[in-house]
Structures are given as structure tokens and as C-alpha cells.
């Protein structure tokens, strides 16, 4: 076997395979549900192009492909003697109109490490595993993360019967993709056999790019929160009731909303947003009698979270107290903040000191595959820059130098982790 420590790879190798990634992204940008923009859902037909592509990709790396029970295509290299697998991934599908780099990148950053591991003749002492999850984005069922809950065994089975927008349930469509998904089950990795998990993914903010970083290490994924919030005051003619008799609901909320954004922005990294209000019955020319809000919350400390929270609860009691009409917070769903595993993404840290000099600690406000792998092995999520933090958008850009560094950091942490596991080993032999 190779000496496992982490070593310097051939530059000419690394920039060949940052060449053939930045190519095959253009390349999967072509498949999609629509003509002339990139769009792809759950077990559609351009994921099913997508994964024949894909496929022949990992075949010519010498990995064996399959697709599990939950549609996510998986390349995997000869199993080893201790049975053991590091899992590197992301997300194939995409938003609705979307770029050619979220998701999709993670998953071939994977496959070009384990081709420099191959042209590099570098044994390791577990089976590299890529995986390209089949929905992360919940655009086709509004359920997301079915592709990495069904290998941590965390998709209940009463998901499969939730339908599309066409009537078409989970199950049905995993079905048509040929996915059999009688056997749920047979989608989980054992704990035990994973050594950790991987992901890249572009950043989405511009914390890097102000930083002048191509990479940064994510430590914690921000909790969230989110709430329906009603304002419920009397309707009645916008041409007749004087302002000093109206119950008016949306101004109430209009009033809330003002109210939050200025939380947000005098609370040192929260995220504090109404994205979404609906005011009934909806006319010019009649006041709203009701308001209701959707309200999204983040932060990755949860006691900060959660004061927040509390503190738009008396808002709201506030304002409707004021304007003599009622005000109530339902549907609240709490999700805690998530860590990354410290010795992971402490080897993660020191490969990217080793490339750029620097590693950034991130938190990311947005939700990832990484998140739900927490609850099945140890995870650690990388974040390239990406130009001026644009995603979800046709825009989106990671150049040719950050994809790169970030090949180079994820070989050098799995040779870090190589070494581990190896010592480990000797030790306990
Ligand atoms: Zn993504």
C-alpha cells in the first residue's frame, strides 16, 4: 500500500481533473426537464440520462455503480479488507431553473478524487463511495433530503405516498425509475461499516469572496425555525371606515414584518425573514380582515434561536394588543442547529491550511445532505466560493482554480483519514 500521509500530488494531475469537472458540469447541465433551462427533479427522465452518463463516468474509474432503493446513483470502489467505506456526495437534482454547479459539483468533485487516487496508484484502507443523491432541493414532492434520509434510514415509509403536483406518489415514480423500492430498508448503510462522510458544495453567500478564500471549513449548520404567524382583524370598505375605527390586518403585519427585520438585523447572525404573506379576502378595494405570514429563522446557536423567537411572540401580542385585533403564532417547527464531526472537520481544516493557508470556519444557514449524514456517521462539509454568491440561478460560477483546491483538499483529507484509520488498525492488531 501507498504511504497514506498526506502527500503532494502531481499539480499537472489535480489541474487535469479540475478541467474534467468544470467540462462534466457543463456536460450534466444539459439534462434536464426543460428545454432551455436547467431543471431536474426526482426520478425524472433527465435523471435517468444524467445517471447513464454519470454512470459511465464511474465505470471508467473502476467504480461499480448502483442505484439504491431511493433513486441515489452510487459509484463504489473494491471493497477492502476491513469492510469499511468513506462516502463522498451531493445532490443531483436541482431548484427550478437552476445553475450547473449546486449539487452537481459535490458529486463529481467526489468522482475526480477517486480518479486521482487511481492515477495517483494510491490504495486506501476503505472503499471510496460517491454518491449522487436523488433529492435534496424538495421541488417535485415539497418533501427534500429524500435521497440522503433513505440511506440513514430516516425516510419513514409513509413518505413514499406523498403525490406530485400530477397525482404521481414517491413510490410510483421510484418504480418507473426502476428503483423497486419494496425494500426501503436495503437503502441504509450500516453505521458501523462508515468511516465518514464528505461533502462539497458551494457556498451560496459571499463570505468566502469578501474573504478572499476558495474554500471554507463548515462547523455547524444554523437550526431553524419556522412559523405561520395570523393576524386576524375585521374586513370591511376601504372607501367608509375611518382609519381610527379599522382592525386592519395587514397593517398589522406590515407593522411585524418591519419589526423582524430590525431583529435581524441587530442580532449578531440571525436571520430573521418573512418570505411569504397572503392577505384575505384580497381586494384593493376592502380591508384585509386577515394576514398570515410565513416566518423562517435562523441561527447556529439555538438558545439565541430560540429567544428570538420568543421575543417575536410579544411582537406579536404587541401589535395586536395595539390594533385591538388577535395575533397568533401556529404550525412552529423547531430544527436544532447540527455540528460536524470535530475530528473530520479538524482534518479537513488542516488540508485546506496545507492548500490556501488559511481555513475559515463557516456556518451554513442553508440545509445540506451533510445534515442528515450527522445522524448516521461523522460528516464534514466543504464550501467553495462561488461568484458573488449567486445560486439557485442559471449564473451560478465556481472557477476553474477554486475547483482545484477544493480536489486537492478533499484528496489530502482522505489521505488524512487513510493514515488514521490504518494506524488505528496496526494498533488494535
Ligand atoms: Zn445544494
Same mark, same amino acid.
Given at each position: 500500500?501507498?504511504?497514506?500521509?498526506?502527500?503532494?500530488? +502531481?499539480?499537472?494531475?489535480? *489541474?487535469? /481533473?479540475?478541467?474534467?469537472? /468544470?467540462?462534466?458540469?457543463?456536460?450534466?447541465?444539459?439534462? =434536464?426537464?426543460?428545454?432551455?433551462?436547467?431543471?431536474?427533479?426526482?426520478?425524472?427522465?433527465?435523471?435517468?440520462?444524467?445517471?447513464?452518463?454519470?454512470?459511465?463516468?464511474?465505470?471508467?474509474?473502476?467504480?461499480?455503480?448502483?442505484?439504491?432503493?431511493?433513486?441515489?446513483?452510487?459509484?463504489?470502489?473494491?471493497?477492502?479488507?476491513?469492510?469499511?467505506?468513506?462516502?463522498?456526495?451531493?445532490?443531483?437534482?436541482?431548484?427550478?431553473?437552476?445553475?450547473?454547479?449546486?449539487?452537481?459539483?459535490?458529486?463529481?468533485?467526489?468522482?475526480?478524487?477517486?480518479?486521482?487516487?487511481?492515477?495517483?496508484?494510491?490504495?486506501?484502507?476503505? $472503499?471510496?463511495?460517491?454518491?449522487?443523491?436523488?433529492?435534496?432541493?424538495?421541488?417535485?414532492?415539497?418533501?427534500?433530503?429524500?435521497?440522503?434520509?433513505?440511506?440513514?434510514?430516516?425516510?419513514?415509509? =409513509?413518505?413514499?405516498?406523498?403525490?406530485?403536483?400530477?397525482?404521481?406518489?414517491? *413510490?410510483? #415514480?421510484? +418504480? =418507473?425509475?426502476?428503483?423497486?423500492?419494496?425494500?426501503?430498508? =436495503?437503502?441504509?448503510?450500516?453505521?458501523?461499516?462508515?468511516?465518514?462522510?464528505?461533502?462539497?458544495?458551494?457556498?451560496?453567500?459571499?463570505?468566502?469572496?469578501?474573504?478572499?478564500?476558495?474554500?471554507?471549513?463548515?462547523?455547524?449548520?444554523?437550526?431553524?425555525? *419556522?412559523?405561520?404567524?395570523?393576524?386576524?382583524?375585521?374586513?370591511?370598505? #376601504?372607501?367608509?371606515?375611518?382609519?381610527?375605527?379599522?382592525?386592519?390586518?395587514?397593517?398589522?403585519?406590515?407593522?411585524?414584518?418591519?419589526?423582524?427585520?430590525?431583529?435581524?438585523?441587530?442580532? +449578531?447572525?440571525?436571520?430573521?425573514?418573512?418570505?411569504?404573506?397572503?392577505?384575505?379576502?384580497?381586494?384593493?378595494?376592502?380591508? #384585509?380582515?386577515?394576514?398570515?405570514?410565513?416566518?423562517?429563522?435562523?441561527?447556529?446557536?439555538?438558545?439565541?434561536?430560540?429567544?428570538?423567537?420568543?421575543?417575536?411572540? *410579544?411582537?406579536?401580542?404587541?401589535?395586536?394588543?395595539?390594533?385591538?385585533?388577535?395575533?397568533?403564532?401556529?404550525?412552529?417547527?423547531?430544527?436544532?442547529?447540527?455540528?460536524?464531526?470535530?475530528?473530520?472537520?479538524?482534518?479537513?481544516?488542516?488540508?485546506?491550511?496545507?492548500?490556501?493557508?488559511?481555513?475559515?470556519?463557516?456556518?451554513?444557514?442553508?440545509?445540506?445532505? /451533510?445534515?442528515?449524514?450527522?445522524?448516521?456517521?461523522?460528516?464534514?462539509?466543504?464550501?467553495?466560493?462561488?461568484?458573488?454568491?449567486?445560486?439557485?440561478?442559471?449564473?451560478?460560477?465556481? $472557477?476553474?482554480?477554486?475547483?482545484?483546491?477544493?480536489?486537492?483538499?478533499?484528496?489530502?483529507?482522505?489521505?488524512?483519514?487513510?493514515?488514521?484509520?490504518?494506524?488505528?488498525?496496526?494498533?488494535?492488531?
Amino acid at each position: 500500500m501507498a504511504n497514506l500521509t498526506p502527500c503532494d500530488i +502531481d499539480s499537472q494531475l489535480l *489541474r487535469d /481533473a479540475a478541467k474534467r469537472t /468544470a467540462n462534466r458540469c457543463d456536460r450534466l447541465a444539459e439534462f =434536464s426537464d426543460e428545454e432551455g433551462r436547467i431543471t431536474r427533479t426526482f426520478c425524472s427522465p433527465a435523471m435517468e440520462r444524467l445517471h447513464a452518463e454519470l454512470s459511465a463516468w464511474m465505470t471508467a474509474a473502476k467504480l461499480e455503480c448502483e442505484v439504491d432503493a431511493v433513486g441515489n446513483l452510487i459509484g463504489k470502489s473494491p471493497a477492502t479488507a476491513s469492510d469499511e467505506v468513506f462516502l463522498i456526495g451531493s445532490h443531483l437534482d436541482t431548484v427550478i431553473n437552476a445553475g450547473r454547479f449546486d449539487g452537481v459539483l459535490g458529486v463529481l468533485l467526489g468522482l475526480a478524487v477517486a480518479e486521482v487516487f487511481n492515477e495517483a496508484k494510491i490504495e486506501l484502507p476503505f $472503499s471510496l463511495q460517491v454518491i449522487g443523491f436523488s433529492e435534496e432541493e424538495g421541488v417535485r414532492y415539497r418533501f427534500p433530503f429524500i435521497g440522503s434520509r433513505g440511506i440513514t434510514g430516516s425516510l419513514p415509509e =409513509s413518505e413514499l405516498d406523498r403525490v406530485d403536483a400530477n397525482g404521481s406518489s414517491v *413510490r410510483s #415514480a421510484l +418504480d =418507473s425509475f426502476g428503483c423497486g423500492c419494496g425494500n426501503l430498508a =436495503s437503502a441504509s448503510y450500516e453505521a458501523c461499516r462508515l468511516v465518514g462522510f464528505m461533502e462539497a458544495h458551494i457556498e451560496q453567500a459571499v463570505v468566502l469572496e469578501e474573504a478572499s478564500l476558495p474554500v471554507g471549513v463548515v462547523t455547524t449548520i444554523a437550526g431553524q425555525t *419556522r412559523a405561520r404567524i395570523v393576524f386576524d382583524g375585521v374586513a370591511g370598505h #376601504a372607501g367608509t371606515v375611518p382609519h381610527d375605527r379599522r382592525r386592519d390586518a395587514l397593517a398589522a403585519a406590515a407593522e411585524l414584518i418591519l419589526k423582524i427585520e430590525s431583529l435581524g438585523q441587530n442580532t +449578531d447572525g440571525l436571520f430573521a425573514t418573512i418570505g411569504c404573506i397572503d392577505a384575505k379576502p384580497g381586494l384593493s378595494n376592502v380591508i #384585509a380582515g386577515t394576514a398570515e405570514l410565513r416566518l423562517d429563522l435562523r441561527h447556529e446557536v439555538d438558545p439565541v434561536r430560540e429567544a428570538a423567537f420568543d421575543q417575536i411572540q *410579544r411582537l406579536v401580542d404587541e401589535i395586536a394588543g395595539h390594533r385591538q385585533l388577535a395575533g397568533r403564532i401556529d404550525n412552529v417547527e423547531h430544527t436544532p442547529a447540527v455540528q460536524m464531526d470535530q475530528e473530520l472537520t479538524s482534518e479537513l481544516s488542516q488540508s485546506v491550511v496545507e492548500v490556501v493557508s488559511e481555513a475559515k470556519s463557516m456556518v451554513s444557514g442553508a440545509g445540506h445532505d /451533510a445534515m442528515i449524514l450527522t445522524k448516521l456517521t461523522a460528516t464534514c462539509l466543504l464550501f467553495i466560493r462561488c461568484h458573488q454568491g449567486i445560486s439557485h440561478h442559471p449564473d451560478e460560477t465556481v $472557477s476553474l482554480d477554486d475547483i482545484e483546491v477544493a480536489i486537492n483538499v478533499m484528496v489530502k483529507t482522505i489521505l488524512r483519514v487513510g493514515h488514521r484509520c490504518s494506524v488505528g488498525a496496526s494498533s488494535t492488531a
